[in-house]
């Protein structure tokens, strides 16, 4: 099957700089703006006498906030978090040689946490969006996350993304996709069209098993993730395509851990230097993905 991505924007592609000082603006979705660039949020918990690798090393562990509910990327099996995230997660472990904290968080509160200093990194896949730009920093990407639309298999009243006109679509609250998902229906509507209802999910299992129930006519999450699951239930769920511009998704910390962001992308750059991120995408996602080698930034 053959994707085509629609209204490709402008996208800026800002090389890494070499100290990484000035990071790259990103935002949570429930921070205020107000907040200096560069400078620590409220919730930093980086030390006086060093950055948060230092302390993270100090404190012998690094509590990490991931919401497990995002296979292939990070998933839950046999009471363990595994999956794509998970085994990057493990080379950052292994160099840092601290001890890993990372409990199943649902998904809303993910950014408060890090807000708050309950966790030093955000390890769960984000898609880079402005409005996350604005008060956090993002890693280098890991994966592709442009937002694509799945059906019930067998439902011929949606053939395209055209067709969501009148329809109720899932997507997770305050997720990527739902930018794209809005700006899609803007576009709808101007058209005389327009989605009958957004229905935004606390978790994608929910939104699944309201797709499989029928209670909504599609869904809408990162392309890598859906393929796997219509690949693992063929008979429930159909691809249909893509919507909005190519995003990425990547990792976060707090604005002012430019340390921390530093030495992730390190580490997420050398094993894609390396060729392991190119394995690790074949064996969870059956293909390997091409991703911006430098810090990316995307304009509204």
């Known amino acids: 099957m053959v994707f085509h991505l629609k209204g490709i924007k402008s996208l800026a592609v800002i090389t890494i700089l070499t100290s990484l000082l000035a990071g790259c603006g990103n935002a949570a979705d429930n921070t205020s703006a107000a907040n ?3 400078s620590p949020s409220p919730g930093n918990t980086t030390s006086a006498s060093g950055g948060l690798v230092d302390k993270v090393k100090a404190d012998g562990k690094i509590k990490v906030g991931t919401d497990a509910t995002y296979a292939p990327f990070e998933f839950v099996e046999d009471g363990k978090i595994v999956g794509y995230g998970a085994e990057i997660l493990a080379e950052v472990v292994k160099e840092l040689g601290v001890k890993l904290e990372q409990p199943d968080t649902p998904f809303t509160g993910i950014l ?10 955000v390890a769960t896949s984000m898609t ?23 059906k019930h298999k067998g439902d011929d009243s949606i053939r395209t993304v055209d067709d969501l006109n009148g329809k109720i679509v899932g997507v997770l609250i305050n997720s990527g996709p739902v930018d794209a998902l809005k700006k899609y229906n803007e576009q709808l509507k101007a058209n005389g069209g327009g989605f009958k209802e957004m229905k ?30 219509v690949k693992s239930r063929p008979d429930t769920f159909e691809i ?30 050398g094993m894609k230097d390396s060729g392991k991120l190119a394995e690790m995408q ?8 091409k991703v911006p080698d430098e810090m990316y930034s995307i304009q509204d």
């Open 128 to 150: 880079i969006t402005p409005k996350r730009q604005e008060n956090y920093l993002f890693t280098v990407p890991i994966a592709e996350g442009t937002a694509a639309v799945m």
């Open 36 to 38: 200096p660039a560069g």
């Open 240 to 269: 249909v395509g893509t919507i909005g511009d190519p995003t990425y998704l990547a990792w976060m910390v707090r604005k002012g851990d430019t340390d921390m962001q530093q030495y992730l992308n390190r580490v997420i750059i």
């Open 112 to 121: 408060p946490g890090l807000d708050a200093g309950k966790f030093d990194i």
């Open 200 to 229: 935004e999910y606390v978790s994608y299992p929910d939104a699944y098993q309201d797709l499989a129930a029928k209670r909504v006519d599609a869904v809408v999450q990162a392309l890598p993730a859906m393929s796997q699951l």
């Open 282 to 289: 074949k064996q969870w996602f059956g293909f390997e993905m």
